[in-house]
């Protein structure tokens, strides 16, 4: 028979859900507010923030409220304090997607430094990371947390070319290009920390099904331990 608590839990799952969605359109939305130069997707997506912090306040109010009426033990409070560490992350990643379109408006009236291709490639990486992170949490499947970790050095490698190019092939050369270079340099490093928030997410998850620390181990990520 299924306990009342259940019904609760999966209410939860479904709003944790709703942040993701929030906070992968957030993501897709502000590159895409890039690419095409779109003023008014990019004012979109910071105008929606205050609704994302609403989302993320009701989230961690309903995981007190469980741990005050229900005191799970074991693997309820795991998924529960999980979830809150999760809703944090996915908040924190829609306020980096808010902190991307910024920097594209301080940018979109001025002529494009260079075509965009390796930043929309981040951009394809940290979207694919906060899925799978969000599908590990939702499917408590371990090996596709470990596969979001995985995935971390290529994020780390990317963005260090980008801002190689950035720095050596314009600023150094061309001192005018300084403060679009600058802008695109920081919207690189906002991808390269929503992949961070993508791997804390992972490993929340991997503690949350088999109560392992996976953080600052990366050795049990090999040979399927």
């Avoid at 939860?12 to 897709?28: H, T």
């Avoid at 809150?84 to 902190?99: G, Q, S, V």
């Avoid at 998850?205 to 109560?211: C, D, K, L, R, T």
Wanted: glycine fraction near 2%.
């Amino acid at each position: 028979m299924e306990r009342h608590v259940d019904q609760e839990l999966k209410e939860l799952n479904k709003d944790i859900l709703k942040m993701g969605a929030f906070a992968e359109e957030a993501i897709y939305k502000s590159i895409e507010a890039l690419k095409n130069r779109d003023k008014e997707m990019a004012k979109k997506i910071i105008e929606n923030d205050d609704k994302i912090d609403e989302l993320e306040l009701l989230i961690d109010e309903k995981c007190i409220d469980l741990i005050a009426r229900y005191q799970p033990m074991a693997k309820d409070l795991r998924f529960i304090t999980t979830g809150m560490k999760l809703n944090n992350e996915l908040e924190r990643i829609a306020d980096i997607a808010m902190d991307i379109a910024q920097r594209t408006l301080e940018i979109i009236d001025k002529p494009l430094l260079k075509p965009l291709i390796d930043i929309p490639k981040l951009s394809e990486i940290a979207q694919n990371m906060v899925k799978m992170a969000i599908d590990a949490f939702v499917r408590s499947d371990i090996q596709l947390a470990k596969k979001v970790l995985l995935s971390d050095p290529d994020a780390d490698k990317l963005r260090n070319l980008i801002q190689k190019e950035l720095v050596e092939d314009y600023m150094v050369k061309d001192g005018s290009t300084a403060p679009r270079a600058v802008q695109l340099l920081l919207i690189a490093r906002f991808l390269e920390r929503i992949c961070d928030h993508a791997t804390n997410i992972a490993e929340d998850v991997i503690y949350m099904v088999q109560a392992e620390v996976v953080r600052h181990h990366p050795e049990k990520l090999k040979d399927g331990k």
